[in-house]
């Protein structure tokens, strides 16, 4: 967010909803048409226009701007919890239903913005660009341990996109950490099915251990 942008929400805190909201939906929209894109770009007849990358350079473009959108969002929504914990003024209970609220608003552009980062290194992936998906995919992991928790699905499937990542170029030296990472995440009854598909996987691509723990959801 420009340093102008920034002034202005700190002066004029009764402007943050209606701009969060804004901001939410511009990146939904911008989200939603970047995969519409990938859509038909996915199911286009090989040799046709749409088969080219220029469907992927408009999808990738639409991703790059819902991101630059959420971490708007994000500070934005930050400033709006920091002004509630801050306000002396309301009643307890309404004060303890706006932080309520404020701090849903703010977990949910969380979750947006590390959903926005996995998509992007997912299609960067496909199109062959690695160097931008390992970026992409190290980053969301990073985000999601921080400020949405490591027992989020969404953790695992950063984890296991970077640790495949790496595989396929051959960086053995950082598979076994991000696929470790990514079972050990998954590792909970709450999504034994996620930990099935990620032990598989960590199974093909990592030698076995003598006395490696087996995940006693992958049976």
Same mark, same amino acid.
């Not at 307890?92 to 947006?112: D, F, S, V």
């Not at 495949?164 to 991000?178: A, E, V």
């Given at each position: 967010?420009?340093?102008?942008?920034?002034?202005?929400?700190?002066?004029?805190?009764?402007?943050?909803?209606?701009?969060?909201?804004?901001?939410?939906?511009?990146?939904?929209?911008?989200?939603?048409?970047?995969?519409?894109?990938?859509?038909?770009?996915?199911?286009?007849?090989?040799?046709?226009?749409?088969?080219?990358? +220029? &469907?992927?350079? =408009?999808?990738? !473009?639409?991703? @790059?701007?819902?991101?630059?959108?959420?971490?708007? %969002?994000?500070?934005?929504? +930050? &400033?709006?919890? =920091?002004?509630? !914990?801050?306000? @002396?003024?309301?009643?307890?209970?309404?004060?303890? %239903?706006?932080?309520?609220? +404020?701090?849903?608003?703010?977990?949910?552009?969380?979750?947006?913005?590390?959903?926005?980062?996995?998509?992007?290194?997912?299609?960067?992936?496909?199109?062959?660009?690695?160097?931008?998906?390992?970026?992409?995919?190290?980053?969301?992991?990073?985000?999601?341990?921080?400020?949405?928790?490591?027992?989020?699905?969404?953790?695992?499937?950063?984890?296991?996109?970077?640790?495949?990542?790496?595989?396929?170029?051959?960086?053995?030296?950082?598979?076994?950490?991000?696929?470790?990472?990514?079972?050990?995440?998954?590792?909970?009854?709450?999504?034994?099915?996620?930990?099935?598909?990620?032990?598989?996987?960590?199974?093909?691509?990592?030698?076995?251990?003598?006395?490696?723990?087996?995940?006693?959801?992958?049976?």
């Amino acid at each position: 967010m420009a340093g102008s942008h920034a002034h202005f929400f700190l002066i004029a805190p009764y402007f943050r909803f209606i701009f969060s909201v804004s901001f939410s939906q511009v990146a939904k929209v911008r989200l939603l048409f970047g995969g519409v894109l990938v859509e038909c770009w996915t199911h286009a007849e090989p040799g046709t226009a749409d088969k080219s990358f +220029a &469907l992927v350079n =408009q999808a990738q !473009e639409q991703y @790059q701007k819902a991101l630059q959108t959420l971490r708007d %969002l994000v500070v934005l929504d +930050a &400033l709006e919890v =920091q002004g509630i !914990e801050k306000d @002396q003024d309301m009643e307890p209970e309404e004060h303890k %239903l706006a932080l309520k609220q +404020a701090t849903q608003a703010l977990n949910k552009a969380h979750y947006m913005l590390a959903d926005c980062l996995c998509k992007i290194a997912q299609l960067a992936k496909r199109s062959g660009d690695y160097e931008s998906a390992q970026h992409h995919y190290a980053e969301a992991a990073e985000y999601i341990e921080t400020h949405i928790g490591a027992s989020h699905p969404l953790a695992s499937e950063a984890f296991l996109g970077l640790g495949m990542l790496l595989y396929q170029r051959s960086k053995f030296s950082s598979l076994r950490p991000s696929l470790s990472r990514s079972h050990a995440r998954m590792n909970t009854s709450a999504h034994a099915h996620t930990c099935k598909i990620t032990h598989t996987n960590a199974g093909i691509m990592m030698p076995k251990r003598p006395h490696a723990r087996p995940c006693p959801y992958a049976k």
